[in-house]
């Protein structure tokens, strides 16, 4: 197993793990609480969240603020040593407002206002809105800003409603207007010369219910994703000058709707969360495991989980109660994917309100229900393991995500089965299935640092996106495109090219014709002989021998039969013979010389500075190896100079650090910087495998296989990347690391079925739950779980 990191996503900074639940206390009454109070810190709570619906009791009229029942509660919290998070209570606008404003009642798809007496019911357009907005999260913010046991804030709750009101219309069309300048252009892009379409005043322009111009659903989605954020800014804009510098502001997102724009959405936050219930039945580890991975990718960080489900729901059609510790195998999930925090949705049942049936903590007696217990068992699970704070999740692989492709293929599925959800899983489970860590993130982020990235269905291809894969590539990244690439541009218009676009020539590859499939086509490949289901496409090898044929298709439709089904091109100029190592401490050059010189590479050591930038010049090797924290030189300068000079540019460069943590950290902070390979810190079989990986790999996979051929492949394009498992386990059990501030590796191994495992462990290791010293092999009792370090 690797111990390096190479991972872009990193910052964690929390300073524990927390535990907690969503707390009501304005449904009690206030002699209640101390019994809630002790309750909470007998089962190890560490945090409430308090107040996201609470507007009528915080301000029971305009202007009348009734906020001394919540500093009571947060009080009483903190002296128990829970800290609080405090919600903005916008997604419950109260009946007096309502009432003084009735069109700042949002209207549905049907031209409906929508029903006071539920949630989010408002136009997030509303000026009337955003003024009591202003007023009551003004409010809060001075009061409990400074206050140090408020440690952060969550902005209203779940963003989901849309509007159709003659507002949101009117504002619609102004948008458009400030983005394509004229209605000629928008007329153009729109191609609204179909179906006569076209717009002689902005005012035509209606909002899209149901299918409608391609152009002009995307656009709305964009617009409903705008009209939010602005209403997030404004709350954000109030709340910020009050706080205290700690504190952080999140909303609490949910997982894989596609409403809006999730990374629009989290740019201006500090922090991400999500809300996670299973609903009927049982979790699924190598699904819901990617949800997580969107989450820390989001703001490339960890998150929170904000709500998860303390046994049941009450809004599924069978609300079953998960398995006696199933909860807790499911927040060790959770944590192990990055979550710097696991709450429970909620604490107690309310006696009225529409959620009576909800699982909670403690019943409506203000008892605990025996699903507490598992709670208790987790709030010490968590106390054992202080060194999980500040630890990060690291991983070599990221599959991309963009919701422009995801709007634009769900609206246009051609297939009914094609889901670009379910597509983007059919290459993360065969990953989580291996214990093979993934990042899930924008396919507008930087790929630094990443072995392998898979491109799920990315439809809509601009050119950066093109460039940033391209340069991907081009650095020795592993690249798989699959179905549907590149048919788009950003106006949701058809690109006048093959498929994949822009990356054709980068492919060796382009699409002759796509096929949406009735019945199973036969594909057979050098790793698996099985079958293409739900979409074919018939891929044409351009300009020959760099691209490989690694599948075809058997006999099917007639317009398939041999034709190639998966490609690879390899690209880079080839073997790296010379290189030249920028390096002023003897040890390190001595080491770094036996390494390559023994594999028979040619060789150059110059000293920092001038010297290491002429050597290059000399020799114009192939590659470069670089140490940025070389003692007494500034590597950054040296790097500087040579990606600043023509000749020198184009060379790939390694950087190796053998540093401590400490330069480590530095380095972190300028990886964004960098356009090379990383290595950090410096270890013989990664450097050796990162000279391997100076030629990069094009895949392209045209069609959708079955699930054992497409475990099959995946695992051969994960080895060729060098990708490797975080732990080899048996079914069922899944193996995650996450690397602490100081550098150690933690082994956090769980059990999600309700049967005993038993596995070999790579070192002997220290078990944290269960507090033995050391252990050669683990057995895992139904849904158990295990935190390890290596034993010292
Ligand atoms: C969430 C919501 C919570 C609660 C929960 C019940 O969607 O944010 O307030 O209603 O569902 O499962």
């Not at 246009?412 to 489970?429: A, K, M, S």
């Not at 021998?545 to 190639?564: C, E, H």
Request: aromatic content about 10%; charged content about 20%; overall charge negative.
């Amino acid at each position: 197993m690797s111990t390096t990191s190479s991972s872009n996503i990193r910052l964690s900074g929390a300073s524990r793990v927390h535990l907690g639940a969503a707390y009501y206390p304005e449904h009690w009454p206030e002699d209640h609480w101390a019994k809630d109070i002790q309750l909470m810190r007998e089962a190890g709570l560490t945090v409430a969240r308090l107040a996201e619906f609470a507007w009528s009791t915080l301000e029971p009229a305009e202007g009348e603020f009734h906020l001394d029942w919540l500093d009571r509660a947060v009080s009483a919290l903190a002296s128990a040593g829970i800290e609080s998070v405090l919600g903005t209570p916008t997604a419950a606008p109260p009946a007096w407002l309502v009432q003084r404003h009735p069109d700042l009642l949002a209207v549905d798809e049907s031209g409906r206002r929508v029903q006071f007496g539920n949630r989010c019911h408002y136009c997030v357009n509303s000026p009337e809105l955003h003024a009591a907005t202003c007023r009551i999260v003004g409010a809060m913010a001075k009061r409990f800003g400074p206050n140090p046991h408020v440690i952060g804030w969550q902005i209203d709750n779940e963003y989901n409603r849309v509007c159709y009101c003659d507002r949101c219309r009117g504002l619609f069309q102004h948008y458009l207007a400030a983005k394509f300048g004229s209605l000629r252009a928008l007329n153009d892009r729109w191609s609204t010369s179909y179906w006569s379409q076209t717009y002689s005043a902005w005012e035509q322009i209606p909002l899209p219910v149901g299918p409608h111009n391609p152009g002009l659903m995307i656009e709305f989605r964009r617009f409903v994703t705008a009209s939010y954020r602005q209403f997030q800014r404004l709350q954000m804009d109030v709340l910020r000058p009050c706080l205290r510098k700690e504190a952080w502001i999140t909303h609490n997102f949910m997982g894989w709707f596609d409403g809006l724009d999730h990374y629009e959405m989290t740019q201006d936050l500090d922090l991400a969360s999500w809300d996670w219930y299973v609903g009927t039945g049982h979790h699924d580890y190598l699904t819901t495991g990617a949800a997580h991975d969107l989450t820390r990718g989001f703001k490339r960080r960890n998150f929170w989980l904000m709500e998860t489900q303390p046994g049941n729901v009450n809004w599924s059609p069978v609300n079953n109660t998960l398995n006696r510790d199933e909860a807790r195998a499911m927040a060790w999930h959770a944590v192990a994917h990055g979550a710097d925090a696991v709450l429970y949705w909620q604490w107690r049942s309310a006696l009225g309100g529409q959620e009576q049936f909800h699982g909670t903590l403690v019943d409506p007696s203000g008892q605990p229900r025996p699903f507490y217990r598992e709670v208790q068992q987790l709030g010490r699970d968590l106390a054992a393991v202080p060194f999980l704070a500040g630890s990060t999740a690291p991983s070599d692989v990221a599959l991309l995500n963009s919701y422009d492709s995801r709007w634009s293929i769900q609206w246009q599925r051609h297939h009914h089965e094609f889901d670009y959800v379910e597509h983007l899983l059919h290459y993360y489970r065969p990953l989580a299935a291996r214990n093979i860590a993934a990042d899930i993130i924008s396919a507008d982020a930087p790929l630094d640092g990443y072995k392998l990235v898979i491109a799920p269905t990315l439809t809509i291809l601009n050119k950066s996106r093109a460039t940033r894969l391209q340069d991907f590539v081009a650095r020795g990244g592993h690249l798989v495109l699959t179905l549907r690439t590149g048919m788009k541009d950003a106006d949701n218009a058809l690109l006048p090219s093959r498929q994949p676009g822009p990356l054709a020539d980068l492919a060796g590859v382009q699409v002759e014709e796509y096929y949406a499939l009735l019945d199973p086509v036969p594909v057979a490949g050098e790793w698996f002989d099985g079958s293409s289901r739900l979409w074919a496409e018939r891929l044409q090898v351009l300009g020959g021998a760099k691209t490989q044929i690694i599948a075809r298709y058997g006999a099917s439709n007639g317009w398939l039969d041999g034709y190639p089904a998966i490609t690879a091109r390899e690209q880079g100029e080839g073997e790296v013979k010379k290189i030249v190592c920028i390096e002023d401490e003897p040890d390190m050059a001595r080491l770094i010389k036996l390494i390559l010189e023994r594999k028979g590479y040619d060789l150059t050591i110059a000293i920092g500075g001038q010297e290491g930038l002429e050597a290059i010049r000399r020799v114009k090797p192939d590659l470069v190896l670089l140490d940025l924290m070389m003692p007494d030189m500034d590597g950054w300068q040296v790097y500087g100079k040579m990606k600043a000079d023509e000749e020198m540019k184009s060379i790939p460069v390694i950087i190796v650090t053998a540093r401590a943590q400490s330069a480590d950290r530095g380095l972190g902070l300028h990886i964004a910087k960098v356009k090379d390979f990383i290595v950090k810190p410096f270890s013989p079989q990664e450097l050796l495998q990162s000279l391997e990986r100076v030629n990069g790999r094009v895949y392209c996979v045209g069609t959708y296989l079955d699930d054992a051929s497409q475990q099959s492949l995946l695992n051969h394009i994960v080895e060729a990347a060098g990708v490797e498992p975080v732990l080899e386990t048996p079914p069922g059990v899944e193996a995650r690391r996450r690397i602490t501030a100081s550098g150690q590796e933690v082994l956090i191994v769980i059990n999600h079925e309700r049967a005993e495992k038993s596995m070999g462990l790579p070192w002997l290791a220290r078990e944290h739950l269960s507090n033995q010293s050391f252990i050669e092999g683990l057995k895992l009792a139904p849904y158990g779980v295990a935190v390890l370090t290596r034993f010292a």
